[in-house]
């Protein structure tokens, strides 16, 4: 079982839309939780860190399931722009991060 | 944030011959540094691990005798491939982190190697 599994995708939404990606992790001793956007060919950058209770930074919304080993990220009113792969990361203290192989999304107009 | 600054961003080089990509830490002491290699469509892979002062730490799988890393400061980690062939054709990136729980790992922009 791979550490960090994610649906690939690709989504295909209008504008508008409101998209949900999940994500399972195996490593029950994960201490830390990302969603990473990457664009095509470039550095993945820092979305938002993921909190057991849950955290809101305007459009997005991610929630970690400590119990089920399961994360989510939801994206509301999607725009042109949101449109790349997100990547759900894992880690513990000191150590690398664990990246899914990214779940692609494309926001068409 | 903190910024990491990857150099090159991109090189083609001749089969056999080995290639250097530098990643600093710019404003902050990157007691780890990790090297990721990317193929397309696919995820970052971890490479090895690096901190400062020591010897790397390769994951299974990475030749320790091709992909050469020395971080022999808080701010600078090296990665050379030696002897590249076609097949190291890849995105190469670097992270750096100070070691802490919850903190944000930062990336450099990437290196994309092509060798012919």
């Known amino acids: 079982r791979k550490e960090v599994e994610q649906d690939p995708g690709p989504f295909n939404v209008p504008e508008g839309a409101t998209v949900a990606f999940n994500c399972t992790y195996s490593?029950?001793?994960?201490?830390?939780f990302f969603w990473y956007r990457q664009d095509c060919r470039k550095e993945p950058k820092l979305l938002m860190s993921?909190?057991?209770s849950g955290n809101e930074d305007g459009r997005f919304t991610a929630q970690l399931n400590r119990a089920s080993q399961y994360i989510s990220l939801l994206i509301r009113d999607s725009k042109l722009s949101d449109s790349a792969t997100y990547l759900c990361?894992?880690?513990?203290?000191?150590?690398?991060?664990?990246f899914g192989k990214g779940t692609t999304l494309s926001v068409s107009s | 944030g903190a910024v990491v600054s990857q150099h090159p961003s991109w090189v083609i080089c001749k089969s056999g011959t080995s290639v250097k990509i530098e990643c600093r830490s710019l404003?902050?002491?990157?007691?780890?540094m990790f090297w990721y290699r990317q193929f397309p469509k696919q995820s970052l892979m971890l490479m090895a691990t690096?901190?400062?002062?020591?010897?790397?730490?390769?994951e299974q799988g990475v030749e320790k005798d091709k992909f050469l890393i020395n971080h022999a400061s808080l701010t600078l980690s090296t990665l050379t491939v030696t002897s590249a062939h076609p097949e190291d054709s890849s995105f190469y990136i670097c992270?750096?982190?100070?070691?802490?729980?919850?903190?944000?790992?930062?990336f450099g922009q990437g290196t994309r190697l092509t060798v012919v």
């Open positions: 992270s750096a982190s100070d070691g802490g729980l919850n903190t944000e790992a930062f």
């Open positions: 490593n029950s001793a994960s201490q830390s």
């Open positions: 993921v909190y057991s």
């Open positions: 990361v894992v880690n513990q203290a000191g150590t690398a991060l664990i």
């Open positions: 404003d902050f002491q990157a007691t780890t």
């Open positions: 690096s901190n400062e002062g020591s010897k790397a730490t390769y």
